[in-house]
């Protein structure tokens, strides 16, 4: 069992930034990370990812704005968000997916919004 612990959500303007974290419960050399978003109406869709080994990719629409990255040492990954627009407005979930087992664990989710 993985548990995972989201903060870092807010209102921000247009143009500014937002720092998402995610603690876990267990160590990241066992875990790809990942943060997925989901806007009213929309399906879930991946943000950016991190791989166990510190391997990234990410959605074509934050690249360049968005930053992944962990702390090993606080079991945490951040999601640095620059440049928002309205259109990043969304519920943003933290994954953890165990690398041995397959299994993965979501966050509670935490709230985004940009005004314009």
């Known amino acids: 069992q993985v548990q995972l612990v989201e903060s870092g959500g807010g209102l921000v303007q247009a143009g500014g930034s937002l720092r998402l974290t995610c603690a876990a419960s267990i160590s990241l050399f066992s875990l790809r990370m990942g943060w997925y978003r989901q806007a009213p109406g929309k399906q879930r869709e991946l943000v950016a990812r991190?791989?166990?080994?510190?391997?990234?990719n990410y959605a074509d629409s934050v690249k360049g704005r968005f930053t992944i990255s962990r702390d090993k040492s606080k079991n945490t990954v951040y999601l640095q968000m620059n440049s928002l627009t309205p259109e990043d407005t969304a519920v943003y979930y933290c994954?953890?997916?165990?690398?041995?087992?397959?299994?993965?664990?979501w966050g509670q989710g935490t709230q985004v919004t940009v005004s314009s």
């Open positions: 994954n953890a997916l165990v690398v041995l087992s397959e299994r993965d664990y």
């Open positions: 991190i791989t166990n080994v510190g391997n990234t």
